[in-house]
Structure formats: C-alpha cells, structure tokens
C-alpha cells in the first residue's frame, strides 16, 4: 500500500514517520525497521517499551502516512482482553495484600493472647482440667 500524503512506501525508514524518540526506540528495539515492518509487528500483544500511548502515535504516524496497521481492525476486543489481563493481574495484587493483611492480624491476635496471658500471671495455656477426668 502507498500512501498518497506522503508518497512512501513500506519499505522507507521508520524515522520518517516523525515519531517520538521513544516510539523510535521501542520500534527498533522489537526489530523493526521499516514502515513494512511495523505494519507486520503484531501489536495487539504487550511490547516492551510500547504502551499505550506510544502505540496510538504509531498508529496516528502510520495513517498520516497512509496506512492502517492491521491492529486496529480488531481494537475493541484487544482493548477488552487488555482490559480482562489488566483487572487480573489487579485482583492478584489485592488478594496477596488481603492475604498479608489477614496474617498480619492473626498474629497480632496471637500476640495479645500471650500479653494478656502473662498479665494474668498464666502460661497463656489451659491448665483447667475439665470435669470427671483426672
């Protein structure tokens, strides 16, 4: 596909997109090189370097230049399971934090038996023999 805009093709250089520094490098870095290979990359996956942002001016650079990268064909679902992996990994983070939490009361409740055992002058432990046995 060419583009009329500009006049370039697939195989220019992606410098002359006029892209950020960082979108340049995280490009280059995930090997491409041309507009042709950034059209292939398959974005729809996580990137190093590419977060969102940088990935809306890549695709903004690439359609001022006359292209649609294929991964705004499928863009509302790759949001959603984006957004599906990103809540994931959120109730991960809040269920080891509740789980550090319960533990962490658990052995302050521990601990206060033991203090208030010791301030009653008892072992902290049952010494009662129950009823009918010896």
């Not at 789980?99 to 962490?104: F, L, N, P, T």
Request: aromatic share 2%; proline share 2%; net charge positive.
């Amino acid at each position: 596909m060419r583009s009329r805009a500009k006049g370039i093709g697939q195989e220019v250089s992606i410098e002359e997109l006029g892209l950020s520094v960082r979108a340049r490098n995280a490009l280059h870095a995930s090997g491409c090189q041309t507009v042709g290979d950034t059209l292939r990359l398959d974005l729809n996956r996580n990137v190093r370097g590419l977060g969102r942002k940088t990935r809306d001016e890549i695709f903004s650079a690439l359609e001022r230049a006359g292209f649609r990268h294929p991964a705004l064909e499928g863009e509302p679902l790759s949001e959603i399971r984006s957004l599906e992996r990103s809540l994931a990994r959120f109730q991960g983070r809040v269920n080891s934090a509740l789980g550090a939490v319960a533990k962490e009361i658990h052995l302050l409740k521990e601990r206060l038996r033991k203090e208030e055992a010791g301030a009653n002058g008892h072992s902290g432990y049952n010494t009662k023999i129950p009823h009918g046995r010896t």
